[in-house]
C-alpha cells in the first residue's frame, strides 16, 4: 500500500506533467470509484478544469484545479497513477482515465478496486489540527498532521502520545487522524531506528524515546521519497517505473534475518491486525 514517500513521489512527478493542463474528458469503468457521484457528474464537474497545482495530503494525491477545488485521489492498496502522453499505451487494470485536450491522458490502474476519487473543496485539506477533533468527519478533512511539516516537533509528539497514552504506539501511528501519511511499512522502519517495541503504550515513552522516534519518522519518510518510494507488488511511480526504497529495509519483510545492529533474528509479529517486524533484542517488549 502507498504510504506518504510513494505518493509524494507521484505528486512531485505529476506536478511537471499535468500542471497547466486542462481536462477534456474523464470516464469511470469502475462505479464505486467517484461514489456518492456517478462518471457521468464527475465528468461534468472536472471538463474544461485546469490542472493548476499537484500536492499530496497524508496519502492522497491532490490534483489542484481551478476554482478552490481539488481532485484528490486516494490509490489504497493497489492504485497506479499513470501519466501517458502516447494515448496508445495499453495499462491494465484501468479503472479511470482523464483525458487532457492536448490528446495526454492520466491513467488510473488499479487491481483490486478500492481506490477512490473526490473532488473536494481545498480548504477542506489544510492542517487543522490545533482545532478540535473531528470523529465523524470524512478522512480527507480530519486529516492529522504532515510528519515531515515543521509543525511536527518533538514537543508536538510528546503531546499526541499523552493524550493518546493508552494506545499501543504502533496503530497509533498508523492512525491517519493523528498522523498523516505514515503506513504499516514506514512505522516499522520508524519503530525499530527509535528501538521502540511496537506493543510499548504511547504513554509509557520516556522523553529521549519520543525524541528518537520523532527523528526515526522523518528520517525513514525523508529517505523513502530520496528512493523513489518502495515497491513491492503494486507501486510504480506516475511513469510506471518502480522505486528503490523496497531494498533499504532494515527490518520490514525480513523475518528470520538477523538485525542490521545487533545480529539478533527478526521476528515477524502481528499487531492489531497488521504484520508487523522488530528485533527482540534491540526492540524490548513492554513487561506490563
Ligand atoms: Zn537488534
Known amino acids: 500500500m502507498p504510504e506518504l514517500p510513494e505518493v509524494e513521489t507521484i505528486a512531485r512527478q505529476l506536478k511537471d506533467l499535468v500542471v497547466g493542463r486542462r481536462v477534456g474528458g474523464f470516464t469511470s469503468l469502475w462505479h464505486r470509484l467517484t461514489e456518492p457521484l456517478s462518471a457521468r457528474d464527475f465528468e461534468k464537474r472536472l471538463i474544461g478544469r485546469q490542472i493548476t497545482g499537484v500536492s499530496r495530503r ?18 489504497r492498496m ?11 499505451v495499453e495499462d491494465r487494470f484501468v479503472r479511470a482515465v482523464v483525458r487532457f485536450e492536448d490528446g495526454t491522458l492520466l491513467n488510473f490502474a488499479d487491481t483490486r478496486k478500492f481506490g477512490r476519487m473526490a473532488i473536494v473543496d481545498r480548504a477542506d485539506l489544510v492542517d487543522r489540527t490545533h482545532e478540535r477533533r473531528r470523529v ?22 510528546t503531546d499526541l502520545l499523552r493524550r493518546r497514552a493508552r494506545a499501543a ?31 510499548r503504550q504511547a504513554g509509557s515513552l ?79 517488549a513492554p513487561s506490563s
Not at 58 to 75: H, T, W, Y
Not at 176 to 191: D, F, P, T, W
Not at 227 to 248: I, T
Open 78 to 88: 493497489t492504485g497506479q497513477l499513470l501519466f501517458r502522453d502516447d494515448p496508445t
Open 206 to 284: 520516556r522523553p529521549a524515546e519520543i525524541a528518537r522516534l520523532h527523528e526515526a519518522i522523518r528520517w525513514v519518510l525523508r529517505k523513502g521519497i530520496r528512493f523513489g518510494g518502495a515497491s513491492r507488488r503494486d507501486y510504480v511511480d506516475a511513469r510506471g517505473n518502480e522505486g528503490r526504497m523496497q531494498r533499504e529495509f532494515n527490518v520490514y519483510g525480513r523475518a528470520g534475518e538477523p538485525c542490521p545492529r545487533c545480529g539478533r533474528e527478526i521476528v515477524r509479529t502481528v499487531v492489531a491486525g497488521r504484520g508487523t517486524f522488530h528485533c527482540p533484542r534491540c526492540q524490548r
Open 169 to 199: 504506539i504502533k496503530p497509533l501511528l498508523l492512525d491517519q487522524r493523528a498522523i498523516a501519511g505514515v503506513g504499516n511499512i514506514y512505522a516499522i522502519e520508524a519503530l525499530w531506528r527509535a528501538k521502540i517495541h511496537p506493543l
Open 136 to 157: 465523524r468527519e470524512p478522512l480527507h478533512r480530519a486529516l492529522g498532521i504532515e510528519p515531515l511539516s515543521r509543525r511536527f516537533t518533538a514537543r508536538y509528539l
Open 58 to 75: 497524508g496519502k492522497f494525491v491532490v490534483l489542484e484545479l481551478d476554482e478552490g477545488e481539488a481532485l484528490i485521489v486516494s490509490l
